[in-house]
């Protein structure tokens, strides 16, 4: 069966700090995988997607940046964080060709102060 | 713009009665629709998806999908308090990405 890893859970980081988060997935070859991020009270935010090695996708112009160096790794990264960074960050894996389903880790909670 | 629209609730049923979520949509060509519980400061976890018109049940839950109404909803029978959470309406739109709705808060009066 697929399993997805996150880590860390928590997070408390400083203003301007870098930032790395990291996801993994078992059980499963050439997933398609998505970093969503959910503000308190808020519904989901696509950041970014990948279908393959090295492919990313954009949807939010920001100061993050993802990749993915393996087939079932994805990384969110920044260089400088923010106050308006702060969230619920969510990885989540679907396979095909993106009309099915997705499946979420279970997030890492970040709060910049 | 693509759109998915919820009631954000909250929507409060008495347990062992019929919870009814909605949904709607404005892309009339989507062909695919999920829905979501999550539990609060925990992740999405998958319920149920429905591609065709009409209804699907699985267990306690039935999505309900009206393609010429843009609406897809979600009934849950027999309502129990661990029913209680938030319920996200996704659907598909194009290029490997979901369209969320804000979710429905839901609940359960024991």
């Known amino acids: 069966s697929q399993t997805i890893h996150q880590w860390p859970a928590t997070l408390v980081q400083p203003v301007g700090s870098p930032l790395s988060l990291e996801c993994t997935v078992e059980?499963?070859?050439?997933?398609?995988l998505y970093w969503y991020r959910q503000a308190a009270g808020r519904g989901l935010q696509l950041l970014f997607y990948?279908?393959?090695?090295?492919?990313i996708s954009s949807e939010v112009p920001q100061n993050l940046s993802a990749s993915r160096p393996q087939d079932r790794q994805f990384i969110l990264s920044s260089k400088k964080l923010l106050l308006s960074d702060s969230g619920f960050y969510l990885c989540?894996?679907?396979?095909?060709?993106?009309?099915?389903?997705?499946?979420f880790g279970p997030g890492t909670r970040l709060t910049v102060l | 713009q693509k759109e998915v629209e919820q009631n954000s609730g909250p929507l409060s049923v008495p347990e062992g009665a019929i919870a009814s979520l909605n949904c709607t949509y404005s892309?009339?060509?989507?062909?695919?629709f999920f829905w979501y519980r999550q539990y609060s400061g925990k992740s999405p976890e998958l319920i149920m998806s429905?591609?065709s018109n009409g209804d699907k049940e699985d267990g306690r839950f039935t999505a309900q999908l009206n393609k010429a109404s843009q609406y897809v909803s979600l009934l849950i029978r027999d309502s129990q308090p661990s029913d209680s959470a938030t319920y996200l309406c996704?659907?598909?739109?194009?290029?490997?990405?979901?369209?969320w709705g804000a979710g429905t808060k839901l609940i359960i009066k024991p």
């Open positions: 989540a894996w679907s396979v095909g060709t993106g009309d099915n389903e997705q499946f």
């Open positions: 059980g499963t070859s050439n997933p398609n």
């Open positions: 990948s279908v393959g090695i090295g492919q």
């Open positions: 892309d009339r060509v989507s062909q695919s």
């Open positions: 429905i591609y």
């Open positions: 996704a659907v598909y739109a194009s290029n490997y990405q979901l369209i």
